[in-house]
């Protein structure tokens, strides 16, 4: 089979199970969901011939695992299948419909109007470094990780003559950590979208509480910055100001400026507005709410601007050119999905839970909360990226009952997953930084963030455990 037929086998299943998914979610058609469960099994199948088993073998390891447990427990192999290959299907019309966000994105230069626009309030290192810690949060809720190459190349060409290990660590410690505090908060993040579905939290308190956290975490790398940067003897400020000197006197109208900010700003708070407020109105799942909510965001954009004509060309690329190549987070999802389906049906939570009650009793300083960040980030030095643990430790918790507020355990999950985003050099986002800067792994993560992460576990836990004990 060549190449071309595989590719287009693989995105004829990710769309047909897109579509399904929507369909079945508001009308139960057995015959539909028969046909979903066939496409499912499409979509790891073709990803399999597409990427090769050896690329492949994260997700073929969780969904064999799967096939095992049903084949040795005493249940239908057939109905396990079937349960294992739906047990996602959230999270795939998720993952198909939020790399679409980023087509609204790249219509107008908002990247260079902002930074022509705040250069007032970002002429100084702290001011432009807290800038883009904040910037990163706000980007990442339209590109996801890919925020972190796209701004790193956007600050490498505002830093343009500004070279060495030094501005190398300013500019990928600021991106790298305002991306692992938008998984906090972020809601079109699908980890963090999961995590609340899965535990049944309020999504506005979830949201707030994380985006407090963030704020805190922010500051805390502000009052970090001069300790860490102290060695290198380097004056951040004044090349910051030469740079943007430079910038400004090739700015373009101020007034189209001012209205690509506007824009951008409208674009912002009704993409977030409209997925929070449709969330408090309309009872649906979360995972189903928020890529509908987006498809008639993008559809309407378009509408307003009158370029339907432009929507079409850039969704048909897409699905030609790059759904296949975006298929193996989903490929994940299917496998994680059949393994975290097939668990259920042993005694795997109750033993989890069980050995956390037991190291409690012998350390009943510590409780649950303490440990479970501590579940996300190994599994992330495992090289499981932080959407994949969320998925599993989140589909273990939701079979256990646990005396905290979920919110509290949304808090506690997430901050493992942001400290794994700091630290873990095997994946994605200290992998993309690392090829855009070419510092070693080891040196973006644990050597400049090793500290921070330490620190930023102690003040979060240090809250979770203080509204725990005002919650009992």
Not at 325 to 341: E, F, H, R
Request: hydrophobic share 55%.
């Amino acid at each position: 089979m060549s190449k071309q037929f595989i590719s287009r086998a693989l995105a004829t299943c990710i769309i047909g199970f897109t579509i399904i998914h929507f369909i079945t979610y508001f009308f139960h058609i057995d015959i539909l969901l028969t046909l979903l469960v066939f496409f499912g099994f499409g979509i790891i199948l073709f990803g399999a011939v597409y990427y090769g088993p050896l690329h492949l073998k994260m997700p073929l390891g969780l969904f064999l695992t799967g096939v095992i447990i049903f084949l040795s427990v005493d249940a239908s192999f057939t109905a396990g299948m079937r349960e294992g290959l739906l047990q996602m299907r959230n999270m795939v019309g998720l993952l198909v419909v939020i790399p679409m966000v980023s087509w609204v994105l790249r219509e107008e230069a908002f990247l260079e109007s902002a930074i022509s626009y705040a250069h007032g309030f970002v002429n100084t290192s702290k001011k432009f470094y807290f800038g883009m810690i904040s910037f990163t949060q706000i980007i990442a809720y339209f590109l996801l990780f890919g925020a972190i190459p796209m701004l790193y190349q956007f600050v490498s060409m505002i830093l343009k003559d500004e070279k060495g290990e030094a501005w190398e660590r300013y500019k990928g410690t600021a991106i790298l950590r305002g991306f692992a505090l938008s998984v906090l908060w972020v809601v079109s993040i699908p980890s963090f979208a999961y995590v609340v579905e899965a535990m049944d939290a309020s999504l506005w308190k979830s949201i707030v509480q994380g985006l407090g956290v963030s704020a805190a975490g922010s500051i805390l790398a502000i009052l970090f910055f001069p300790l860490e940067n102290k060695k290198y003897n380097v004056n951040f400020t004044r090349g910051l100001r030469h740079e943007i000197d430079g910038i400004m006197q090739h700015t373009k109208n101020k007034q189209e400026t001012k209205r690509v900010i506007r824009e951008f700003v409208i674009l912002f708070v009704s993409l977030f507005g409209s997925i929070f407020i449709l969330s408090a109105l309309i009872n649906m799942e979360l995972l189903v709410l928020i890529p509908l909510t987006i498809l008639v965001w993008i559809l309407s954009y378009y509408v307003v601007k009158k370029r339907l004509y432009k929507l079409t060309h850039i969704a048909t690329l897409y699905v030609k050119e790059e759904m296949a190549g975006k298929s193996y987070q989903l490929c994940v999802m299917i496998g994680a999905g059949m393994l975290i389906a097939g668990l259920t049906k042993t005694g795997f939570a109750g033993w989890v839970v069980d050995s956390l009650y037991a190291l409690e009793a012998v350390a009943p300083f510590i409780n649950l909360l303490y440990l479970l960040p501590f579940m996300v980030i190994i599994l992330g030095f495992a090289g499981l990226g932080p959407l994949t643990v969320m998925v599993l430790v989140a589909g273990i918790l939701q079979s256990i009952h646990l005396p905290y507020p979920p919110e509290l355990i949304v808090l506690a999950v997430t901050l493992g997953s942001s400290i794994s985003i700091l630290l873990s050099p095997v994946i994605m986002p200290i992998i993309v930084l690392s090829g855009s800067n070419g510092l070693s792994g080891f040196k973006n993560g644990f050597q400049f963030n090793g500290i921070f992460a330490v620190v930023l576990y102690m003040i979060v836990m240090t809250y979770i455990q203080v509204m725990t004990y005002v919650a009992s």
